[in-house]
């Protein structure tokens, strides 16, 4: 009995080969996952609520097809190849139709999500049992369990980190998913050889590898065509630059408005009107100050809250403080990019930080600054939440100098009243002064932002020379609120609850 249970713990080439497959089983259907739930949080928002509904309905559908391998009894080599192939096909695509489905039929799009999820779950939990009741032959129940869970868990990990450092960064998200799909079906490829013998109508299962191996290589090749149009379709106007980072993607298109920078497929700025929103941001704060000369500008990595703050010649340092490196990368190399920001990102007074903004203001020990402009997207997730706290505005309220001001966006005062005057609870909430203004950007409509200070705002005597839409005259009609943007009652956004997350994705989401 011993020397049989030894014998068996001997892992046979055939065992290893299947072993080996459980680690590529592993870090593929993690991919789908992360590729499913990276994209609805890209396309639909809310990354927390996506990231969990998805991986919930995938681990639930994992449990569905775990539960239905008990029918397979018979055959289970070309049970195991079949299902390779499916999920190859159907993972490995994953990212693309939805990326098509997103554009040419956005009505169906959380349908079409959630059911790809649910067929590839059930797929990826049909797969591991399979494996395991192949490999009883060669290795005792003991053993087999430890075995096929480590290289399942090692799976995982691998894909785990090298998802958003390596993969997305290098592939982006349509070719990540084929990349797999293809190894998925390699280990369909694989099993043909192992179990040719054991296998019936060979020739039937070699072809319908040859056909998946061949769609998916024709889709990796094509994969820049199938992103073309999709975005084509969903931006309209011609895109001039596209770029994947691991924390977003970026789009730039050109059209008879000129150029609209996208993140996610959210307008950041149009270049018929920018310059609106950003003299409104920049100078009613830089010119109260007087004279500012070290000045942080956190977020705005395109490089025109940059370009508005060196128009005052008293500034000596500007300290950009961009997460994403490809950004601060693209508005500074790429010709027509660095135009629309008047090569601000060259400048020698510029010193650009890439990391997240809130652990630089919070390892920050010993700079102060007299002005911070705050140019963060709207709070569309609990990621970007974090940065409308109020712990986050505390630790601004530490990097002011005395006589500093800090100013931030601040979403529609109009549209989203209510998450407007959250964030002017919430600065006022760390013993800041809250001077809350709006300017109307027809790109946007009426805009919204908040002046925070220790000392109360001042009107400026004088704004530099050469601004296209703010004049001494006219600025004090930005801090006149009419009745249907005057103040209401709101509640503090803490890091504990992140209430403007929800109140502003209710107040949009009714436009």
């Not at 084509?232 to 011609?238: A, E, G, H, N, P």
Request: contains cysteine.
């Amino acid at each position: 009995m011993e020397a049989s249970e030894t014998a068996r713990t001997r892992i046979s080439p055939t065992a290893l080969v299947l072993l080996t497959s459980v680690f590529v089983v592993a870090a593929c259907g993690l991919v789908y996952e992360l590729s499913a739930a990276a994209l609805s949080s890209y396309l639909l928002g809310d990354s927390v609520l996506q990231f969990s509904t998805i991986i919930g309905t995938y681990l639930f559908a994992m449990g569905v097809g775990s539960w239905l391998s008990r029918y397979f009894d018979r055959q289970l080599p070309a049970h195991f190849l079949r299902v390779e192939l499916l999920v190859a096909l159907v993972g490995g695509l994953l990212p693309a139709i939805l990326f098509l489905a997103h554009a040419y039929v956005p009505g169906a799009f959380r349908l079409l999500l959630y059911g790809l999820v649910m067929i590839v779950g059930m797929l990826a939990g049909l797969e591991i049992p399979l494996v395991m009741r192949i490999l009883r032959r060669d290795i005792g129940l003991k053993d087999l369990v430890s075995q096929v869970l480590t290289f399942d868990y090692l799976g995982a990990l691998a894909v785990s980190v090298a998802f958003p450092l390596l993969l997305v960064p290098q592939l982006g998200m349509i070719r990540t998913g084929l990349f797999f799909g293809l190894l998925n079906a390699f280990v369909g490829v694989w099993a043909l050889w192992l179990f040719r013998h054991e296998l019936r109508h060979v020739g039937a299962h070699a072809l319908a590898c040859a056909i998946t191996v061949g769609a998916l290589v024709a889709a990796f090749i094509g994969a820049d065509a199938l992103t073309s149009l999709a975005e084509d379709r969903f931006y309209q106007d011609r895109i001039v630059v596209s770029a994947t980072s691991p924390y977003q993607r970026i789009v730039v298109t050109r059209g008879s408005a000129g150029h609209r920078l996208y993140l996610n497929g959210n307008l950041q700025f149009a270049e018929r009107d920018e310059y609106r929103y950003h003299e409104a941001l920049v100078h009613p704060a830089m010119a109260a100050h007087g004279a500012p000369k070290r000045v942080a500008v956190l977020g705005g990595g395109d490089g025109m809250v940059v370009r508005e703050v060196l128009k005052h010649p008293s500034v000596e340092q500007v300290t950009l403080v961009e997460l994403d490196p490809n950004m601060t990368r693209l508005f500074k190399d790429d010709a027509q990019l660095a135009a629309l920001n008047g090569g601000s990102l060259s400048s020698p007074k510029l010193k650009v930080v890439n990391t997240d903004a809130f652990q630089w203001l919070y390892k920050q020990t010993e700079a102060f600054y007299d002005v911070i402009v705050v140019d963060f997207p709207d709070p569309t997730n609990f990621a970007i939440g974090k940065l409308y706290t109020e712990s986050f505005y505390a630790l601004l309220d530490r990097r002011l100098s005395a006589g500093g001001y800090a100013v931030i966006q601040t979403t529609s005062p109009l549209i989203a009243r209510q998450s407007f005057w959250t964030v002017v609870q919430t600065v006022e909430s760390v013993g800041l002064t809250a001077t809350p203004y709006h300017a109307h950007v027809p790109s946007f409509g009426e805009w919204g932002f908040v002046i925070a200070s220790r000392r109360p705002w001042r009107l400026p005597d004088q704004l530099p020379e050469g601004l296209r839409f703010l004049t001494a005259d006219t600025l004090p009609l930005l801090f006149d609120f009419p009745k249907d943007m005057a103040r209401v009652p709101a509640q503090v956004n803490r890091l504990s609850n992140q209430v403007l997350v929800n109140t502003y994705e209710r107040e949009w989401g009714k436009h």
